[in-house]
Structure formats: structure tokens, C-alpha cells
């Protein structure tokens, strides 16, 4: 096979899994949506269904904390023809509210996913989350959101300055 089509076939593959990084912090349903495969599965753990189900379950959960952000570590993907095989490390930050006031909970671990290429186009098949450790700290976020003079702060939704970045229209400073 082709070396320089199996790198483009893994590229694409790594691409999938940022951008469902990407969706999950910007709570982009509409953009989680188009990564998976219609019939594609997820198991989380504490969610084992479709990806479709894992998505209508997320949403609500995410909607419950003040901010998240996906790191994705590196990423190990094996092309075999049109189905592909990945391990991508990953640690979350979730700045959440608690009983005791707000905490900062972070979670690392690893995604296995499946993906297959389906009519040219490569989507995620299967997803399941690999836990390796957790640990829960007060949230000391210092930055004045109230008032945030020349900083920009990430935002959920298609409101955040990636996407006005992403599609060439600069970055808003309100």
C-alpha cells in the first residue's frame, strides 16, 4: 500500500478524534454528530449505547458544568484497507460545581476507538473510554469573566472565537 495514503488515512483518523475533543467542550451536538458513523457505538463506563444515545446523553451532562477541555496526548493509529484501529491518551478538565463549592475534577485515560472509511469518508465506528487515574482539587480559575477586559474566554457553542478563527473571519474581542 501506498505510504503516503496510509499517512493521509491516519491523519484523518487523528483529525476525528480533536475534533470530537472540540465538540464536547464547544457542547456541539450538531458537529459530534457528523464524526460518528450512523450506526456507530460508545462506551463510556456509565454510558454504553449508540453514539446518537451518547450524544443526547452528554449534552445535558456538560450543560451541568462550568467549562471543560479535552487535552488529546498522542495519538497511535493502524490502517488495515478501509478500517482502522486507534489509541488516543487523553486528560479532561471539568470545572464543575460541588457540594462544598466549585471543584476542578480531572480525568485521564485513553480512547479505543474503531474507525471505518465508508464511501471515501473516515468516521468513528466505535468509541470506548479506558480510565487510568482521577483527582479532584478546588477550582481556583483567578481570571475576572465578569469583566474580562482585552482577554477572550473560550465559550461553549458556535459562539466561541474557534470558529469565527476557523472560518477566516479573525478572532472578536467582545
Known sequence: ????????????????VTRVARAIDRCD????????????????????????????WVMPVLA??????????QVLIEVD??????????????AMSGPDGD?????AGRY???????????KIFHRHAVYDWSSETPLTDKYDRAEPGPMVFGMR????????????RGVPTS
Open 1 to 16: 500500500m501506498d505510504r503516503l495514503a496510509i499517512v493521509a488515512d491516519k491523519l484523518e483518523c487523528t483529525e476525528l
Open 29 to 56: 451536538a450538531a458537529l459530534l454528530k457528523t464524526l460518528f458513523h450512523p450506526d456507530a457505538t460508545d462506551d463510556h463506563g456509565i454510558f454504553a449505547g449508540s453514539a446518537e444515545e451518547f450524544i443526547d
Open 64 to 73: 451541568t458544568m462550568k467549562r471543560t477541555q479535552h487535552i488529546i496526548g
Open 81 to 94: 484497507g478501509d478500517h482502522a484501529a486507534g489509541e488516543s491518551y487523553f486528560i479532561a478538565h471539568h
Open 103 to 107: 471543584v476542578l475534577m480531572i480525568a
Open 112 to 122: 479505543l476507538d474503531r474507525f471505518e472509511r465508508r464511501d471515501g469518508c473516515w
Open 157 to 168: 457553542g458556535r459562539d466561541d472565537a474557534s470558529y469565527f478563527h476557523l472560518a477566516g
